[in-house]
């Protein structure tokens, strides 16, 4: 059973027998938009370091959503940036925060657009961290009374699903034990399970404002070179209740995507996060590489790895591309 009687390229010679063949597919069906919400009116502030996205005020993510929502994107997931920022990160879980004024917006703008929200800290603390800081580090079961508030303050104001972000011990049980005391039972729970320290989070930091003012978040990120424990962090939060984990980033993390898919078979989402992209783009720009062929290559590979949805600053162009079925 060997060359000359098998020969793998005659299924390659033609585009038809290439499609016909094709193992995985991306679809719009899988794609949910980033979007970072400000202050203000009619704002629009370009991030350097993420070409093509910006932190969009109220009134024009109302704008931008509309179009998503219209190029078949099923969901986005906020991320909102305050104008004051303090200890404790109040505005997160204000009723009259950004996120919640935006999410209210948005449900009444654009219903059918499935809202998210990111719920973490850092981006409404003045340090940057992602909960309660004591002494030098984070308190890990105070912060968990805040990520509560949190939650259910975003899903009272009309988010769809909440994603918490922040890494603390125990915080998928605590959320999912609120909302059902609260009346939300129907609501899921998207959790950035195997959530990575990594240095391919510098752009969002521009984009959230959100660096940390000292130290960094590696007492609670895990260390990217752990897969073993990327399995047992994922099997507590399905325990707790996760409805979808998440393994975050996702290009230079294939290899969990695909551990955490053939383990639990559990809805699984991959966070091609802010590096990632700017790095196609930035070579894109340059006239590096080819910015379509390549975007599509990394969604596509990271759907081949295990994901079922990705969250990915390159929705709206993948989502355009299949639309016009050009994707390969
Ligand atoms: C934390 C959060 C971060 C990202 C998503 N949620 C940043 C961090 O942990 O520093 C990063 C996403 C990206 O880089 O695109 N709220």
């Not at 800290?121 to 509560?148: I, P, R, S």
């Not at 998928?172 to 195997?194: C, E, N, S, T």
Request: with cysteine; proline share 5%.
């Amino acid at each position: 059973m060997s060359f000359p009687s098998h020969r793998p390229r005659r299924l390659r010679r033609s585009e038809n027998l290439r499609r016909m063949t094709r193992e995985t597919h991306l679809r719009v069906d899988n794609l949910i938009m980033p979007l970072f919400i400000v202050p203000g009116a009619r704002v629009e502030n370009p991030i350097g370091s993420m070409p093509g996205i910006a932190q969009l005020s109220v009134d024009r993510a109302v704008e931008e959503c509309k179009q998503i929502r219209d190029l078949g994107i099923p969901g986005v997931i906020l991320f909102g940036i305050p104008d004051e920022k303090d200890a404790v990160g109040s505005d997160a879980y204000s009723d009259n925060g950004i996120i919640q004024r935006a999410l209210r917006a948005l449900k009444e703008a654009v219903p059918g657009l499935t809202l998210i929200t990111d719920v973490c800290l850092c981006e409404y603390t003045d340090h940057g961290h992602c909960g309660l800081v004591k002494g030098n580090d984070v308190d890990n079961d105070a912060t968990l009374e805040l990520l509560v508030k949190e939650s259910l303050s975003h899903v009272r104001a009309g988010a769809d699903m909440v994603a918490p972000s922040d890494m603390m011990d125990g915080r998928v049980g605590a959320i999912r034990r609120a909302l059902d005391q609260q009346g939300f039972p129907h609501i899921p729970i998207m959790a950035y399970a195997a959530k990575f320290a990594s240095g391919f989070y510098g752009p969002f930091r521009e984009a959230a404002e959100s660096t940390p003012q000292f130290g960094d978040r590696r007492s609670y990120q895990m260390d990217p070179a752990n897969g073993d424990e990327a399995i047992r962090e994922v099997a507590l939060d399905i325990e707790e209740g996760a409805d979808i984990v998440m393994v975050k980033p996702a290009l230079p993390y294939l290899d969990i995507i695909r551990r955490v898919k053939e383990e639990f078979g559990h809805p699984l989402a991959a966070y091609n996060v802010s590096g990632e992209y700017a790095m196609l783009k930035a070579a894109a720009l340059n006239g590096w590489l080819d910015e379509e062929r390549v975007m599509l290559e990394a969604l596509t590979s990271i759907k081949r790895a295990g994901a079922d949805l990705i969250l990915t600053y390159f929705a709206k162009d993948a989502a355009r591309i299949l639309e016009q079925g050009r994707a390969t």
